[in-house]
């Protein structure tokens, strides 16, 4: 018997298949790439049903009822690639795909097709938990042909395949202003890659340099690769006469960006003049958690009770074995509401690098301190506690990283500040504020500085215009810029901020024309940035400024004489003192 429902079932699908689509050759052929035809079989009082040519079992057989033919409405829309579910709530069968949501209700003529209420052939029913809908309604939802033969009865209906992504390589491509050029004359470059099928998610010059410096023809190779792995290459060839147009010395001094690097000679800069002035010190407190430098275990490194403004810097590496959750939870202690607000705030790392960890944490410190939005304040009630720092919460410092932050904060009254590193995994059921009173308070590591300092920010009275011959500023030389002291309040024992970092220097004063404005580390390597007329540049993008023999640009005055604002934050991980250089472009302070 079942054999013989096979063969008929085969017969009718072919059958109805051959009435239904005459197909051309070129309708068959869009079969094969961009169309899909289907065909569904069913036999009255039956569970066989013959989908594309396959036979299965549907969930109930097809049953005549209320002078309708039924279908169970999981099978059919399972086949159809719809996904079925159940609300319990509004006791609704819901099939769903793409944008497309239909709900069923048992007992009713309606149902609805994305909200919009429509009306069934036959009042619908449930056969042993099995939704069941009319045949001809589901055509009618679906646009699918219907046809019956019989006691059999045949779906058809065609779907739009995707036509297989093929993946392409981006295509290289770039020009330069000229193709000859004098040695030492700048060199325009325009990148001119294109991906019409992807993303160009790496750029790699090879040879490219902003001048050359040998005659001579030299190549130029440009790599690119887009989000599918794949690459491409274009290479230029340059002819460099014997002609020259600057030596390499003025031309770096002319055309190195600000926020990169040059050569420059370290025993020079100590042939500078020394440019004299004077500090005003602001009222502005600091705290500094930063020793122990790497945490070993979990616990308190630091605490202190502050009202009013101060900037706070965080800077910790993790050598616990365990990622550790970096907290500072701020406590009102008082009888009576406290407000606080966070003026700015910058986050680096993360990271491998101490100095890169420090260069990310002062850049973005400064730009919110510039260009950041007022954020909402912050309003404590009596013993109540919060974290201030979600953003540094929120990234579990794992072992053997770097994370350093830095933070201006603005309080009403006095509230007490704790910075906090939990063992990530070992408490899970307790919050921060159940922990604090259980923590240790962590020893110092007799290296790094834990304290609290008065007057951190400090303004350098310069009474003259710079640059007309080359001179330097001294930051951090201990006979005019000396260290902060303070007191760390956890052991209330004296302590000197030495390097002086988290400290606010400011400097306004008036530059020559075509003057070069750099930075030179005199102390080791230094990796932060600055604010130059309220734009953050950084000291240096691609790497540091590893030895006194480099000199960072900031930034060049143009024809006339001009005003030049600057914004330093010793920024952690590097090193003072620190020459800010002035030197004229068209002569060699070397």
Request: hydrophobic content about 35%.
């Amino acid at each position: 018997m079942r054999k013989r429902i096979q063969k008929q079932l085969v017969k009718v699908t072919i059958g109805s298949m051959l009435l239904a689509t005459p197909l051309s050759a070129a309708q068959v052929l869009a079969q094969d790439t961009t169309t899909q035809f289907h065909t569904l079989v069913l036999q009255q009082d039956s569970t066989t049903v013959e989908y594309n040519g396959q036979l299965s079992t549907a969930a109930q057989p097809v049953t005549y009822a209320k002078g309708a033919n039924f279908i169970p409405l999981s099978t059919v829309a399972k086949l159809y690639g719809y996904t079925v579910t159940y609300d319990a709530a509004t006791k609704e069968s819901v099939v769903s795909k793409d944008d497309v949501e239909l709900r069923f209700l048992a007992g009713t003529t309606r149902y609805t097709l994305n909200g919009e209420e429509r009306f069934a052939a036959s009042e619908l029913f449930t056969q042993q938990g099995s939704m069941m809908v009319p045949i001809r309604t589901w055509s009618q939802i679906t646009g699918s042909r219907f046809e019956v033969s019989g006691t059999t009865y045949a779906l058809s209906w065609r779907t739009e395949a995707k036509a297989p992504e093929v993946k392409l390589p981006p295509f290289a491509q770039f020009s330069t202003n000229k193709s000859v050029y004098k040695m030492g004359e700048p060199i325009e470059y325009y990148n001119e890659s294109y991906d019409d099928n992807g993303t160009i998610v790496k750029t790699e010059w090879v040879g490219k340099q902003r001048a050359f410096f040998r005659p001579g023809f030299v190549k130029v190779t440009l790599n690119v690769t887009n989000n599918h792995g794949l690459t491409s290459s274009y290479t230029q060839e340059l002819r460099i006469t014997e002609e020259q147009l600057y030596s390499e010395d003025e031309f770096n001094l002319l055309y190195t960006p600000p926020g990169d690097k040059l050569p420059f000679s370290g025993s020079s800069v100590l042939r500078m003049e020394n440019v004299p002035y004077t500090i005003e010190s602001s009222p502005m407190q600091l705290i500094r958690s930063n020793s122990p430098e790497y945490f070993l275990e979990e616990g308190i490194a630091y605490q202190d009770s502050l009202a009013g403004t101060f900037r706070i810097n965080i800077h910790n590496g993790n050598r616990s074995g365990k990622a550790l959750t970096i907290y500072m939870v701020a406590t009102n202690n008082q009888s009576y509401p406290v407000a606080y607000n966070i003026n700015a705030f910058g986050k680096g790392g993360p990271t491998n690098y101490v100095s890169t960890s420090g260069k990310n944490a002062v850049a973005r410190f400064l730009d919110d301190l510039a260009h950041g939005k007022p954020r909402e304040q912050v309003i404590l009630q009596p013993g109540e506690s919060v974290i201030v720092l979600p953003d540094v919460a929120d990234t579990p410092l794992k072992p053997n990283l770097i994370m350093t932050s830095y933070t201006e904060i603005h309080t009403t009254d006095e509230l007490q500040f704790t910075v906090a590193a939990v063992d990530a995994q070992a408490h899970p059921n307790q919050s921060i504020f159940e922990l604090l009173p259980e923590l240790k308070k962590l020893d110092r590591d007799g290296r790094h500085v834990r304290g609290t300092f008065q007057d951190a920010d400090r303004s350098l009275i310069i009474n003259e215009s710079l640059g007309y011959k080359p001179q330097r500023i001294a930051i951090g030389d201990q006979k005019v810029d000396s260290f902060l002291v303070g007191m760390d309040s956890m052991l209330g024992v004296q302590e000197t901020n030495k390097g002086n970092t988290g400290v606010r220097y400011n400097i306004q004063v008036r530059v020559a024309p075509n003057t070069l404005i750099g930075l030179n580390a005199r102390g080791g390597h230094y990796a932060g940035a600055l604010l130059v007329n309220d734009q953050v540049v950084q000291m240096v993008e691609k790497s540091i400024l590893k030895d006194p023999n480099e000199m960072g640009v900031l930034y060049r005055t143009g024809n006339t004489e001009e005003l030049v604002s600057l914004t330093l934050i010793v920024a952690s991980g590097s090193n003072l003192p620190l020459s800010l250089l002035f030197v004229p472009i068209n002569s060699s302070a070397q």
